[in-house]
């Protein structure tokens, strides 16, 4: 089964930073791979699917990149409502894993 | 747009099966563009797939509990199951079905998910 390693597990910033997190798989996934952000008590919600595509309706300060086995997910100019926790999946090996999760908060 | 809605005990007893139930509304689990999955966190702790299934009948499980996991689908109510058998206090999760499309880490839709803890 693949990993997923996700760093850092944490991560403290302040309103307008930018902020990048980072996904690496154990082996190749091809662009197989999610960027999603939780909140407390709620589902996660989809912010970039295909390693580099944004979901329709989420902020063009979500930007994702990346191919093969190293990822990234950078947030510009972080916002309030930023501060959440945010995992990677890939699907490339069925039925897909999660990274660790990377705890945004804010300084 | 598509909601779904997880449904079933939020108890059950070690060494049971639980089962659960999500129903989908403002689509269709036959749309072959899809496949329906089950996720699950426990408290406090990150996100792990359980497993997908395409309504066609193509289905893959987590190794970890591919020997205790079965879903299945439900066309003419629109909804689809987990089963997970022979169950310990570690499988004590928030459950969460879902909506996902092969266009690379894409699970779209997501119900509000089931909190189920096993316990005597």
């Known amino acids: 089964a693949i990993q997923m390693t996700q760093s850092p597990s944490s991560l403290s910033a302040s309103i307008g930073d930018t902020v990048t997190i980072t996904c690496r798989a154990s082996q190749g996934i091809r662009n197989d791979l999610g960027w999603y952000q939780q909140k407390p008590g709620k589902a996660p919600k989809l912010l970039i699917y295909a390693a580099s595509s944004l979901q329709s309706g989420v902020p063009s300060r979500f930007s994702g990149s990346g191919s093969g086995t190293d990822f990234t997910l950078t947030i510009s100019s972080l916002h309030p409502e930023d501060f959440a926790t945010y995992y990677c999946l890939q699907d490339y090996d069925f039925p897909g894993s999660f990274g660790q999760g990377t705890k945004l908060e804010i300084k | 747009q598509v909601q779904l809605q997880e449904s079933g005990p939020g108890l059950v007893k070690p060494s049971q099966t639980l089962s659960l139930t999500c129903t989908v509304s403002g689509g269709s689990i036959s749309n072959g563009s899809y496949y329906w999955s089950w996720i699950r966190q426990p408290a406090g702790k990150g996100l792990e797939c359980i497993g997908r299934?395409?309504?066609?009948?193509?289905?893959n499980y987590n190794p970890s509990l591919e020997r205790r996991v079965t879903m299945s689908g439900d066309t003419s109510k629109n909804q689809f199951s987990l089963k997970l058998t022979s169950v310990t206090a570690a499988d004590t999760a928030v459950y969460y079905c879902?909506?996902?499309?092969?266009?690379?880490?894409?699970?779209?839709?997501w119900g509000q998910g089931t909190l189920v803890t096993v316990s005597s």
């Open positions: 299934m395409y309504m066609s009948g193509s289905t």
């Open positions: 879902a909506r996902g499309a092969d266009n690379g880490g894409s699970i779209d839709s």
